[in-house]
């Protein structure tokens, strides 16, 4: 880490006094991310030339590395051959990355000096759907026929190879284009030169459709350990591939994006530092609202029960605790049946099964929370119990039995919102904590004036 931040330092001082010759052979044996990161704390004024110094065989590596703005700043700077040949040397998918995230005079400076063959195939990725396979696919692979030798096939991956994205994992297509067998260049390298591919090549492809969601082919990387899944169409014509780094780009906005509705934050693509306070007030404050009017209910709850109350006010000392212990008892298990859901663990069929060790869970949970909490109250509660003019064990009971019935509620309800908010279409993370907190807290009053009633006659 401090190597790479001293050569980081070192860079910055090079260009600051203009030392090019020596800043480009520091640049040519760094990393490109690391190059980027470089690119992105430099100003304006000094980003464009930098970048004109790099090596120009990792010029383009280190244009798709870098954050969207900087890119932006540099295709308004840039010649227009100097854009050409940034464009000539970019992967489909990271180009259509690129054109997404620009605004739309960008984009058409862009196509104008992209190749007729390139914008074919972004403007065909661009038609599907934002969370699709198709959408992250790059149509860059390496396609062998099945008649091939081994030798053939390993001098046709050294003629096409510099301009593909992966040359590990190699399809094997018939005539039609349909996908009938992969091969991996280890499989080449450790067979004999008149080898047929149709004889070696691996027939049982694990493959996804061009609309399926692109979350399940990231997270088929991790179940398969590939380094490339293909796709393709409904006739299993391949139109692509996805390779390792765009699943690991698929996987970390997906958690974000949970992360974000599970603390009740509408999702957004920007990073918190570009985001601006209006933006970032639009973002949180719908479910703010939402939040605060469900939250009426419960004000509505200890209304209803105000004479109850006022005949034993030392039950209102408790409304905080067994409240928060609801909702964090929910909390738990949402999160957890969340996890599961995004990575495949349960489906909607094992609703029964989840409901019932979820059941035995909370009651566990609740009779061991509900005895300390009795042992805390008559030690250190019941003189204040006393002086309200009410018995410290039945007042004790009341809020450890609620405590009991609550978590088993609050463990009930958080393992199936997330479920049943899957099945009718909605992302489970939604049914996160904040929203799940406020149905419990009002499931948790009412529990507990109703269990108070019943022992204390109130």
Known sequence: MDEKLNEKELAVELLETKQFS??????????????????????????????????????????????????????????????????????VDDA?????????????????????????????????????????????????KKNMTVDDAIKHIRNTGPDKETIYTCYVTDLNNKLIGMVSAKDLLLSNPGDIIEDIMETNVIYFHT????????????KYGFMAIPVVDDETRLLGIVTFDDAIEVLQDEATEDIEKMAAIIPSEKTYLKTGVFETWKQRIPWLLLLMVSAAFTGKIISTFEGALASCVIL????????????????????????????????????????????????????????VNFAKMMIFDSSAIASD?????LVSLVVSV?????????????????IGAKKIGFDPAVMASPFITTIVDALALLVYFNIAKAFLGI
């Open 96 to 144: 259509v990355d690129i054109l997404e995230e620009m605004p739309a005079n960008v984009v058409k400076r862009i196509l104008r000096f992209t190749d007729p063959e390139m914008r074919r195939w972004i403007n065909e990725i661009l038609k599907y759907p934002e969370d699709s396979a198709g959408s992250i696919m790059t149509v860059e692979y390496v396609r062998l």
């Open 211 to 222: 609309l399926e969601d692109k979350e399940n082919v990231a997270n088929a990387f991790d």
């Open 316 to 371: 209102t000392a408790f409304i905080p605790m067994l409240m928060d212990t609801a909702g964090n008892s929910g909390g738990q298990t949402s999160v957890t049946i969340i996890r599961s859901l995004s990575l495949g663990d349960i489906e909607m069929k094992d609703i029964f099964r989840i409901m019932w060790k979820e059941f035995r869970v909370a009651l566990v949970c609740g009779v061991t929370l509900g005895i």
């Open 22 to 91: 020596k800043l480009k052979l520091l640049l040519a044996e760094m990393n490109s991310a690391d190059i980027a990161e470089f690119l992105s704390e430099l100003s304006y004024e000094t980003l464009l030339l930098a970048f004109r110094i790099l090596p120009k065989d990792q010029a383009a590596d280190i244009f798709v590395e870098m954050d969207s703005d900087g890119q932006e700043m540099l295709i308004r700077s840039f010649s227009d051959n100097e854009l050409k040949a940034v464009m000539d040397d970019l992967f």
């Open 389 to 393: 003019g009410q018995s410290a064990v």
């Open 402 to 418: 609620t405590l009991v019935v609550t978590i088993v509620f609050a463990k009930i309800v958080a393992s199936i919102l997330p």
